[in-house]
C-alpha cells in the first residue's frame, strides 16, 4: 500500500506575513493521514524549515542545480538543499521547460544531483494540449520519463513522479480522474520495466487540484496523490486537498 503524498509548489508566491499566516493554518489543522510538503521559493527555505521543523510536514525546493558547485551564477546545488534539511525537489516542472529551455537530459541529470545527496527529486512530465490533441500524449511523457529512468539507472526507484499535463496548470481546467488515471497507469508500466520497485513508487497528478475534485482523483487506483499550485497557497483549500487524500 503505498502512502499519499499531497505536495504543495508556491511557484513564486509568498512574503514573511502570508508564509507566517499560510504555515500557521496548514499546521493547526495537523495531523494528517498523508505525507504533506511544500516546495517553496529559495529565499524562504530557513523560515520555512524553521517553522515546520519537528511538526512532521516536509519541505522542499522547486528547482535545483545539475552541477555539485562552481561558477553557476543563480543555480542553487543540492548539497546547499540538504543543508536546510530539504526532503524534496521539483524538477522539469512545465513552466521551467518552458521558459528556461530546460531539456529531458538536464532534468534527469538534476533528478540525479538531486537524489546524490538525499533529496528525493519529484520529476514533472506531461504533455501541452497541442500534443495532446495530436494523439502524442503517450509519446511526450514517455520520452520525458525514459531519459530520466536512463541517468538513474537503479536508482530510479527513489523518485516521486508528477503527471502534469501542461493544459491544466494554473487553468481551472483539470484532468477527469480517468484521463489522468490512464497516463499514470502507462507511466507506472514504463517504470515496472525499468525497476522492481516501480509498485511501490509514488505517481502524483498536479493540474487544477481543488478540495472538490481531489478526492475523485486520489481515488484512482495509480494516483498516489498531488501536487498543487494555486490551491496550496489557501490554507483551507490545500488542509482540505490533504485530508482528501487520507
Ligand atoms: P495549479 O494547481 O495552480 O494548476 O498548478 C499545478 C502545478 O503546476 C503544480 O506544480
Not at 529559495?42 to 519541505?59: K, N, R
Not at 545527496?117 to 497541442?130: D, F, K, M, S, W
Not at 484521463?179 to 493540474?207: I, N, W
Request: charged share 15%; net charge negative; glycine share 10%.
Amino acid at each position: 500500500m503505498r502512502r499519499k503524498l499531497v505536495v504543495g509548489n508556491w511557484k513564486m508566491h509568498g512574503s514573511h506575513a502570508a508564509n507566517a499566516e499560510l504555515l500557521a493554518g496548514v499546521l493547526a489543522a495537523k495531523p494528517y493521514l498523508a505525507d504533506v510538503a511544500m516546495c517553496v521559493p529559495f529565499p524562504y527555505l530557513s523560515e520555512v524549515a524553521v517553522a515546520l521543523t519537528g511538526s512532521h510536514l516536509l519541505w522542499g525546493a522547486q528547482d535545483v542545480s545539475a552541477h555539485e558547485q562552481g561558477a553557476y551564477t543563480g543555480e542553487v546545488s543540492s548539497t546547499m538543499l540538504a543543508e536546510f534539511g530539504c526532503r524534496y525537489a521539483i524538477v522539469g516542472h512545465s513552466e521551467r521547460r518552458a521558459c528556461h529551455n530546460e531539456t529531458d537530459q538536464l532534468v534527469a541529470d538534476k533528478a540525479k544531483a538531486a537524489l546524490a545527496h538525499g533529496v528525493t527529486p519529484i520529476v514533472c512530465v506531461g504533455e501541452t494540449l497541442a500534443q495532446r490533441e495530436a494523439g502524442e500524449t503517450e509519446m511526450v511523457v514517455k520520452r520525458q520519463l525514459s531519459a530520466v529512468i536512463h541517468t538513474l539507472t537503479h536508482c530510479i526507484g527513489e523518485i516521486v513522479v508528477a503527471y502534469e499535463p501542461v493544459w491544466a496548470i494554473g487553468t481551472g481546467r483539470t484532468a477527469t480522474p480517468e484521463q489522468a488515471q490512464e497516463v499514470h497507469a502507462l507511466l507506472r508500466k514504463q517504470l515496472h520495466a525499468a525497476t522492481p520497485h516501480a509498485g511501490g513508487m509514488r505517481l502524483l497528478y498536479g493540474g487544477s487540484v481543488k478540495p472538490d475534485n481531489a478526492a475523485a482523483l486520489f481515488a484512482q487506483p495509480d494516483i498516489d496523490g498531488g501536487l498543487i499550485g494555486g490551491a496550496s497557497l489557501k490554507a483551507g483549500d490545500f488542509v482540505a486537498i490533504c485530508r482528501a487524500a487520507a
